[in-house]
């Protein structure tokens, strides 16, 4: 079955050190991935994505993602957390042999907490 | 920027009761998804719309049906609502293209007495 995974429930990091959020998936073909942001009683938010090329992603908000084929990950960093970044934290994967659809398998979440 | 608006933050049902959770998006998308948030399961995608008229079932469809009438709106029915459907809904719209990010309005927490 396909599925995403996030290994840790909860991070916690000071602020002003760097940050990392981990993800690995277990999908077939070469996906879309995606990280989407989560504040309290609010949607989610996009931050950035994975298609091709280079395997240091940019995003919103200072944030970047790492692709490694080799080991199927996808992990969110950043080099100076805020407590501003405390959040739920998302990975997603679109497998490309879905039909175009742009469906999504999500990470069950990851609760950032940054103290000062 | 794309807005995807839910018509309601928060919904008080008493079980049995038929509801009704709209979603409009203003930026012309084909695509539309209803999902669940439940603590430590993520997301479940529930029902999702490629086109109008069109639906297809996600992975947790039973007890819930949809209706894409207009391209823009995108209406999540839970036939009989029962205890267990208490959760959060959010609603998403994409493009076409399956390397775009999908668009989330900020969810409706039902609860369902």
């Known amino acids: 079955a396909q599925s995403v995974a996030q290994p840790e429930d909860q991070v916690n990091v000071a602020e002003g050190n760097p940050l990392t959020v981990k993800c690995t998936y277990s999908v077939s073909g070469n996906p879309y991935l995606f990280w989407y942001v989560q504040y309290p009683n609010r949607g989610l938010q996009f931050l950035l994505k994975y298609i091709t090329g280079d395997n240091l992603v940019k995003g919103s908000y200072g944030f970047e993602a790492e692709f490694n084929k080799s080991q199927t990950s996808f992990h969110l960093k950043k080099p100076s957390a805020l407590v501003s970044d405390s959040a739920l934290y998302f990975c997603a994967v679109s497998p490309t042999l879905f039909g175009g659809y742009n469906k999504l398998i999500f990470g069950a979440g990851t609760r950032l907490a940054v103290h000062p | 920027d794309v807005k995807v608006t839910q018509s309601s933050r928060y919904l008080v049902k008493r079980t049995g009761e038929k509801v009704f959770l709209e979603c409009v998006q203003d930026?012309?998308?084909?695509?539309m998804f209803w999902y669940r948030q439940d603590p430590g399961l993520g997301l479940r995608l529930i029902y999702f719309s490629y086109d109008v008229k069109m639906k297809e079932k996600g992975d947790i469809p039973e007890g819930y049906s949809v209706s894409r009438e207009k391209k823009e709106r995108f209406s999540l029915i839970l036939e009989s609502a029962s205890t267990n459907q208490t959760s959060m809904y959010l609603c998403?719209?994409?493009?076409?293209?399956?390397?775009?990010?999908?668009?989330f309005g900020d969810g409706t927490r039902l609860s369902i007495l």
């Open positions: 998403a719209s994409s493009s076409g293209a399956g390397n775009q990010p999908q668009h």
């Open positions: 930026m012309d998308h084909e695509n």
